[in-house]
Structures are given as structure tokens and as C-alpha cells.
């Protein structure tokens, strides 16, 4: 999968994952895909009920030591 835009908020809490992320999909074209790095606990609640009220597609999720990778398609 060819990503787009890399986005590392590793070290950061909420709300900055989704400020960055949001502010990285802003700037994106349609189609696009995001790869966000997080290692807040709550951003995968965070991401998964941000991604449900925007336009865009949650594509994947996963954790590596204590690392979440999100990867969104711009909608």
C-alpha cells in the first residue's frame, strides 16, 4: 500500500494525535492515505470514533509495542 503522508505523534497525548492527523487529512487530496504513529493509550478509541463521524475511511489498525499505526484514506 503506497502511503501518502507519514504523520509521528509518538510521545504525544490527546488531543494532539487527532490535531495532527486531522491537520495532515486537511491538507491531503481525496484517495490519499495517512499513516498516523501514536503512542497515546486512548488514541485508538479516539481514532476509531473520529474516523466514524468524517468523511474519511479507516483502513487499518495495528500495535507494536506500544506503538499504534492508523492508516486512513482521505474521503
Given at each position: ?29 481525496q484517495g ?9 493509550r ?5 481514532f ?6 468524517s468523511?474519511n ?10 506503538v ?8
Open positions: 500500500m503506497n502511503i501518502d503522508v507519514r504523520v509521528d505523534t509518538k510521545g504525544m497525548a490527546c488531543p494532539m494525535p487527532i490535531v495532527k492527523g486531522k491537520k495532515a487529512l486537511d491538507g491531503m487530496m490519499q492515505i495517512l499513516e498516523l504513529l501514536s503512542t497515546d486512548g488514541a485508538l478509541n479516539d476509531q470514533a473520529w474516523v466514524k463521524q468523511p475511511e479507516w483502513i487499518s489498525h495495528e500495535e507494536t509495542n506500544g499504534h499505526r492508523f492508516l486512513i484514506r482521505k474521503g
